[in-house]
C-alpha cells in the first residue's frame, strides 16, 4: 500500500490569512459523542454542552475537557475544585441542545447529587457520569485543558448521542447514522466557542 505524502504550505505572513472556518470544518470530520460539564449545585449548579472531552489516563483514572477562555464555565472551572461529565445517551438530543444555548421550553433537566461530593451534580439518564476532582490546568492557545481525576463513576446501557459534520447522530446495528437535523445549535455554538473550543457552547441551567 503506497503511502500519500502531504506537503506543508509555507509559514503565512499574517494570522488572519489561515482559514479558521474550514479548519473548523476539518475539525467537524472527526465524529464524536456529546458531553454536559457541569460544576457547583443547587442554584449555583453551572452546566454547558461539549465535545472536547477524552479519556486521560487509567492509573490514575483521568479525564480531560477543553474550555474556551470566552466561556463562562472557564471562568467557574478555574474557580472549582470539582466537576462533572455526563456522556448524553441519544435521547437526550434535547438537553445538547439546551445547554448549548439553546433553551428547550418542554425540557427540565434533572440533575443527581452525587453522594459525598456536594459541589457536584450529575444529569440523570445518561450513558455514563463521571464526577472528577480537578488536578490540573493546562493552557492551550485559546482555551484550558482541564484534568480530573475520577472520585465516581456509572454507566447505563443508553445508546449514546453522536456528532459529526454540524448534525446529530445515532448509533444503530453498528453503524453511525445522522437524523435530518440543522446545524444550529452545536455548530452556531462553535462559532461563540473557537472562542470556546472545538468544544461546543455555553448555557446555564
Request: aromatic share 6%; with cysteine.
Amino acid at each position: 500500500m503506497q503511502a500519500r505524502v502531504l506537503h506543508a504550505e509555507a509559514p503565512r505572513a499574517s494570522q488572519a490569512a489561515f482559514d479558521e472556518r474550514r479548519f473548523r470544518h476539518a475539525l467537524g470530520r472527526f465524529a464524536t459523542g456529546v458531553v454536559v460539564i457541569s460544576t457547583g449545585s443547587g442554584d449555583n449548579l453551572h452546566a454547558m454542552t461539549a465535545n472536547a472531552f477524552m479519556s486521560g489516563s487509567l492509573k490514575p483514572p483521568l479525564i480531560v475537557v477543553s474550555v474556551g477562555h470566552r466561556a463562562r464555565m472557564h471562568e467557574r472551572l478555574m474557580d472549582s475544585a470539582l466537576f462533572g461529565v455526563s456522556v448524553l445517551s441519544e435521547a437526550q438530543e434535547p438537553h445538547s441542545r439546551h445547554f448549548a444555548g439553546e433553551p428547550q421550553s418542554l425540557l427540565a433537566p434533572r440533575f443527581a447529587a452525587v453522594e459525598g461530593l456536594p459541589d457536584v451534580e450529575l444529569l440523570e439518564h445518561a450513558a455514563a457520569r463521571f464526577a472528577a476532582r480537578v488536578v490540573d490546568r493546562h493552557p492551550c492557545g485559546d482555551h484550558t485543558l482541564f484534568v480530573g481525576e475520577v472520585l465516581v463513576f456509572s454507566l447505563d446501557e443508553h445508546a449514546p448521542l453522536i456528532f459529526f459534520g454540524g448534525r446529530y447522530g445515532s448509533v444503530t446495528a453498528g453503524s453511525v447514522t445522522a437524523p435530518g437535523c440543522t446545524q444550529s445549535s452545536i455548530q452556531d455554538s462553535t462559532a461563540a466557542s473557537t472562542q470556546d473550543s472545538p468544544a461546543v457552547a455555553v448555557s446555564t441551567r
